[in-house]
């Protein structure tokens, strides 16, 4: 804590993330610790600069939250928008900012991050473990709401041009969805290719830092612009199975949410270009 | 009930003897190491487990129980003499087992069987394959050791054979790796990483033998009791300072200035965690553990 005490202060966590965090419904022991790790004072300082990105930076608009569950297990499940994944961040800033009651979406991390000094401790303590099926039943059999992106690296890796496009997804999230009997609520999520338009990724560079790659932005520099952001949940999908089921049965669940989610992204471009007129923040 | 503890003079083993004695069962002990106070009603057996004379033990005593507590966890100590405790003596307690009728067999292992890495699974099952000895050469003997003694399922199926996988324990005896780890005043944590430590009060650890040997359960079991905290956490709540060290620097002060003598592998315990879901033990017992982490601490910090 040494460290997040120099870097924002004792005294920078604003009142309305401490309130947040304070009303999460987490298994906080007496420690400020949860079962996962999870540590509220992390949580206080991680939302308080997420919180800045979120309202300040990005101006975040977030739609229909009243479809996250408040309780119980549940798995986001939406599109990778841009090359550092500021859109998880988003997402997670969403469930806590939007939603009464507050609560944490908890990602899974690439596997290199957790080798990486500071990164690993930062990730475990507010929650965002690293990705394995057995950490996701996990959480989802403890009722936690996860957060999955099924593009993988594949959809950080997408190229400005290719911004608004879907990769292929992954189908081991629906597995997981049918064993653990979780709803999946869909999201699209608007923007984040034009924040941090990659035009090309290093394999090279990656390996470097033990990454898959690294992506290069239009203007060199890895940090995201200033750019008005969107994320558009759907109505929570439920499908019947056992998680057993042959792959072309599993691929078909599949691709019903891909769908969901691309006319989320749809919906979400065309409302951003102006075409349609809805509401403010919900 | 008449039961034989392999290694009773270990300070954890002790306690199960204790607890054994206080409830009526008769204790029998087998170490060539000694028990000075040893309470009244308790027999030892200097011998060592490996040798013919403590067959002769199992020959005369016909216990209905053993349970098998005589493994080498030192991680200093030459590894072919751990080889040869760890896994000859487990080898020779079931043999010794089948073949003067005893009825059920406890094998107590450590958690440390699953290994700390950083593409794990925070919640070990009981049906995880150990990966503890590949960056950690020096705990192979421990994982072999538990596998032998697993294979007693299938290989003497009279046996109601137990693997009991427990956490670190914590407790005013001051024995074991977490409690030897926070001794200084100061302990040295990886720069950057500040892993989740599951413990349980060493009260605890023994009930949960006791418990597991009269409730006479087969199979393995993750054992441990309340829920992981941060390496940091348990430091400032034992009254240390900790002193974060650069993962290079770390390794090459292992043994020296106050950083702790531990083979290189070990330095991944102290980066990742190493976390075990304990549900099918709890729920086939019915344990529960009375020493929550505050009050386990507390018990630690109190008589240092």
Not at chain 1, 5 to 31: K, N, W
Not at chain 1, 159 to 170: A, C, K, P, Q
Not at chain 2, 144 to 153: E, I, K, M, Q, V
């Amino acid at each position: 804590m040494s460290l997040a005490s120099a870097l924002f202060g004792s005294h920078s966590v604003s009142r309305e993330v401490r309130d947040r965090v304070d009303r999460l419904e987490l298994p906080f022991s007496r420690f400020g610790v949860d079962n996962y790790g999870i540590s509220k004072k992390h949580l206080a300082y991680w939302f308080t600069l997420l919180g800045v990105m979120y309202k300040e930076y990005f101006r975040v608009k977030a739609y229909g939250t009243e479809h996250i569950p408040k309780r119980g297990r549940g798995m986001l499940i939406g599109n990778h928008s841009g090359g550092i994944a500021i859109d998880g961040a988003m997402v997670i800033a969403s469930c806590l900012f939007e939603m009464e009651p507050p609560r944490l979406a908890q990602g899974m991390v690439e596997k290199f991050l957790n080798k990486v000094p500071m990164a690993s401790l930062w990730f475990n303590r507010v929650g965002q473990l690293t990705g394995l099926p057995e950490n996701a039943t996990h959480l989802l059999e403890d009722d936690r709401l996860l957060m999955v992106f099924p593009e993988g690296a594949r959809g950080t890796a997408k190229l400005y041009w290719e911004r608004t496009s879907l990769v292929h997804f992954g189908s081991g999230f629906m597995r997981l969805a049918l064993q653990t009997k979780t709803p999946i609520i869909p999201f699209g999520f608007i923007g984040g290719g034009d924040a941090f338009p990659t035009v090309a990724n290093s394999v090279r560079a990656g390996r470097a830092v033990g990454a898959p790659y690294v992506p290069i932005s239009a203007y060199l520099l890895p940090v995201p612009l200033p750019v008005q952001l969107a994320v558009h949940y759907g109505e929570p999908m439920v499908f019947e199975g056992t998680g057993n089921e042959d792959d072309a049965t599993i691929e078909h669940k599949v691709n019903e949410v891909k769908a969901r989610i691309a006319d989320l992204i749809e919906h979400g471009e065309r409302q951003r270009a102006g075409f349609l007129t809805l509401p403010g923040r919900s | 009930m008449k039961v034989l503890l392999p290694g009773i003079s270990g300070l954890l083993a002790r306690i199960v003897a204790r607890k054994l004695a206080q409830r009526g069962h008769e204790v029998i002990g087998i170490d060539s190491r000694p028990w000075p106070d040893i309470p009244q009603g308790i027999t030892l057996h200097a011998v060592d487990i490996r040798k013919r004379a403590a067959e002769d033990v199992f020959r005369t005593a016909r216990p209905d129980a053993v349970i098998h507590m005589a493994t080498v966890t030192h991680l200093l100590q030459k590894s072919e003499d751990r080889y040869r405790i760890n896994l000859g003596g487990t080898r020779a307690v079931w043999d010794h087992c089948h073949a003067y009728g005893v009825k059920h067999a406890i094998f107590v292992g450590r958690h440390t069987y699953y290994g700390a890495a950083a593409d794990a699974p925070l919640y070990h099952t009981e049906e995880e394959p150990p990966s503890g000895a590949t960056q950690f050469p020096e705990l192979s003997d421990l994982v072999a050791a538990d596998l032998y003694a697993g294979s007693a399922l299938w290989r003497y199926p009279e046996i109601a054979t137990a693997v009991l996988r427990i956490c670190y324990t914590l407790g005013p005896s001051h024995h074991g790796t977490l409690a030897t780890f926070l001794k200084p005043r100061r302990i040295p944590l990886v720069m950057g990483f500040d892993p989740l430590f599951q413990f349980m009060h060493e009260d605890d650890a023994a009930e949960g033998i006791v418990v597991a040997l009269e409730k006479r359960v087969r199979g393995v079991f993750n054992v441990s009791g309340p829920p992981p905290l941060p390496l940091s956490v348990i430091a400032h709540a034992a009254g240390k300072r900790t002193l974060p060290v650069p993962e290079g620097l770390f390794r090459a002060l292992l043994g020296r200035f106050g950083v702790p003598h531990l083979p290189q592998g070990a330095v991944e315990h102290i980066k990742f965690p190493i976390v075990i879901d304990s549900m099918r033990f709890k729920k086939t017992i019915g344990f529960r553990y009375t020493h929550d982490a505050e009050a386990t601490i507390e018990s630690f910090r109190a008589t240092s």
